[in-house]
């Protein structure tokens, strides 16, 4: 037994207190699997369990740091050769991925939540147990002058790795566990390698006591490196964590891609069916009326090269437009053989097939859409739909698809599309693929971030963290001179970093905040006229788009001035906070209730015709007069609704056309409604 002075009276009772509870809880878990009592092995149901051989290296660890605490160094070589065993053999699995059979050689794991390979313990587990392994070596052998900087060194790296692992389960960072794709660490194994790391740190505290009084000398060393070891840990925990939100991200705008090109793509072919359809139903066609229905098909779906009519003989015959396309007229179809594949295969199978990526006669890349005409068995020959590939996916993805990525399409290895002005930067690195299946044929999409965006979606935490751990580092030696005062400037500096990360999400919130109150009015809680403004901008692109009606309200507060003189600001305030919460109450989720002056508000009715504006019109003007009257307030409502159905030129023109009938309702009298109908080429339509 070493010789007992202060320090090793008290590192014993640690290392016996470490050994001890690390013991405890190998031995529970053990009965946990042997008793199949789910609540020992597992902390949580969701959470991985306790491996079995990880729970016997707990046990006899601990036995062995017992027994090194009582002076009997050839026990404690029994309990350190099987973590160094355990974890030297599961690290060659790991790194050469071969199986030996040592992870079901004691019990047979029915467990297997969250794990890769049955049985076999986590990497960092195995790392953490090949160094107690030999850090318990050490303990059991004579002493060495060195022994006390090494065995500190171990215990801190080990206290590290089972500290992070904790914070990545308390904070919600799985990469601080687990590595990979493989088992991460049970929350239980890192409690007992925080235990078990802090005990060879107590021993060899104690080991050096005889010479180093108070604080020794080579503490800076162990705790160095502990910093160190924390700080690449979350640096790469942070980092993979960052990683994949980005890759959510990108995968979440690459099914937005797919879903805009099978849409628009879908309405084209759509478009070819109903054409070929009516060919069916009415017979063949005058040519000049089949020219007149294609130009309609051409100009309300760009991104066509041509539609024609192919006969049965599989000649072009009929071409819109005919200039730029000059090379396809009278053109037999069948001189290439995936022309008169698809064509083939459209006419046996009677459904449109398309090409894959041929040459077009136009010249350029492109493919053809092959919708057959069948006139009871006659075959009429097919309506044809000619795309040049690099043109219609340009009208397809426009600047509004997936702002601030590159897009590359396959067919099959085939690129037959690029949006990208980075050479393909990040293409491989973060490129996420989905396929398209289009009538016969299979488009790969590749998205990735442009440089920029993906500059502007990566945060400097990780490398915060893995500075802040190397600056602490570097000033750990300082503690040396500084042996009274290590232990306060360690709870500054972890006070420090409290406070950073509390400050951090402080100025987040705050942030988050500012960006809500930039939008919202804040007296009453309604949308301000800046955020109305570009609400407006984009239900006008949307209703200009699709051709939907939409409706504004415009509302003023008639007499509200009397109500300010009388009862007093603070009463006008009130009465304006509850016009907005009426409104909001009495609107749907997708309307738009904005303040736009002191007591005039605009509310913006999406997808909302001439009956029911003047339904909605009504109910909000009768629902705000039963709400003024409950409080005796002598204001009435005047309202100014019209609904367009073209939408103006700009938001300002929207709101003069609004405000204009707000003002006519307000001279006829006041508390009436003024509602018109606004379309382009014809006067606005009065309607009550």
């Known amino acids: 037994m070493r010789k007992l002075n202060t320090f090793a009276r008290w590192s014993d009772l640690v290392v016996m207190g470490a050994g001890g509870v690390s013991a405890a809880l190998g031995f529970v878990v053990l009965v946990g699997w042997h008793t199949h009592t789910l609540a020992l092995v597992q902390a949580l149901p969701a959470l991985v369990p306790m491996k079995y051989n990880t729970a016997l290296g707990f046990l006899l660890s601990g036995v062995g740091l017992v027994a090194i605490a009582l002076g009997r160094p050839r026990v404690a070589l029994t309990g350190a050769a099987w973590p160094l065993l355990l974890g030297s053999l599961t690290l060659i699995q790991d790194v050469f991925s071969i199986n030996i059979g040592i992870d079901e050689l004691l019990m047979e794991d029915y467990i297997r939540v969250e794990t890769s390979h049955p049985g076999r313990l986590a990497p960092n587990t195995a790392l953490c147990f090949a160094l107690i392994g030999v850090a318990m070596l050490l303990m059991s052998s004579a002493r060495l002058r060195w022994r006390p900087v090494v065995l500190g060194m171990l215990g801190s790296i080990i206290a590290a790795i089972g500290g992070t ?11 601080a566990y687990g590595w990979g794709y493989l088992t991460p660490m049970a929350v239980q194994t890192a409690g007992g390698f925080v235990l078990l790391g802090h005990g060879i740190l107590a021993f060899a505290w104690g ?45 979440a705008e690459t099914a937005g891609v797919k879903y805009k090109i099978m849409e628009q793509m879908g309405t084209r072919v759509q478009a070819l069916e109903r054409m070929a359809s009516w060919w069916e139903a009415l017979g063949t066609p005058v040519k000049d009326r089949w020219a007149s229905e294609a130009w309609v098909l051409v100009i309300d779906y760009p991104g066509f090269q041509a539609v024609e009519w192919v006969d049965p003989s599989f000649r072009e015959r009929w071409i819109v437009p005919l200039a730029g396309n000059e090379a396809a007229k009278g053109l037999n179809l069948a001189f290439e053989e995936q022309r008169r594949t698809a064509m083939l295969q459209a006419r046996q199978l009677r459904t449109v097939t398309f090409t894959r990526s041929i040459e077009l006669a136009q010249g350029g890349k492109g493919f053809l859409a092959f919708v057959p005409i069948f006139q009871g068995e006659t075959f009429g020959g097919f309506i044809l739909g000619v795309f040049r590939a690099q043109t219609l996916l340009d009208r397809l993805l426009g600047d509004d698809v997936a702002p601030g990525y590159s897009i590359a399409v396959y067919d099959e290895k085939e690129e037959i599309y690029r949006r990208s002005d980075d050479g393909g930067q990040h293409q491989i690195g973060w490129g996420q693929e989905t396929s398209i299946s289009l009538h016969g044929v299979l488009w790969r999409v590749v998205v990735w971030p442009t440089p920029r965006l993906l500059a502007n979606a990566q945060s400097l935490a990780s490398e915060a963290a893995l500075v802040l751990g190397l600056v602490m580092a570097s000033l750990i030696p300082l503690t040396i001179f500084l042996a009274q005062t290590a232990r306060r400037r360690r709870n500054e500096v972890e006070g420090i970093n409290r406070e950073l990360q509390e400050r951090i999400i402080e100025l987040r919130s705050a942030v988050e905040r500012e960006k809500e109150l930039a939008r919202t009015d804040p007296l009453t809680g309604a949308t301000n006229s800046r955020a109305f403004g570009e609400l407006a901008a984009a239900e006008l692109h949307r209703a200009r788009r699709y051709e939907r009606p939409f409706t504004v309200v415009y509302v003023d507060i008639d007499d509200f001035k009397a109500v300010n003189d009388r009862f007093g600001h603070s009463t006008g305030d009130r009465l304006l906070r509850l016009v907005v919460e009426t409104m909001k109450h009495n609107s749907r989720a997708v309307d738009v209730v904005a303040r736009i002056g002191g007591d005039e508000f605009v509310i913006l009715f999406p997808e909302t015709g001439p009956e029911p504006a003047q339904v909605v019109s009504r109910k909000f003007q009768e629902r705000l007069l039963n709400v003024v009257q409950q409080d005796g307030w002598p204001v009435t409502f005047s309202i100014g609704a019209i ?28 508390n009436t409604i003024w509602h018109e109908i606004h379309q382009i080429l014809d006067e606005p339509v009065p309607v009550g």
């Open 165 to 175: 692992a904790l914070f990545g389960y308390l904070s919600g960072l799985p990469a």
């Open 207 to 251: 080991d050096a006591g005889a010479e180093d009084r108070g604080l020794p000398r080579w503490l800076a060393i162990p705790v160095a490196i502990g910093c160190v070891t924390t700080a690449l840990v979350l640096w790469q925990a942070l980092r993979a964590q960052e990683q994949a939100q980005i890759r959510h991200v990108i995968a």
């Open 643 to 670: 609904t367009f159905l073209s939408p103006p030129d700009t938001v300002d023109e929207m709101l003069r056309l609004a405000d204009r009938l707000m003002y006519s309702a307000k001279r006829s009298g006041k």
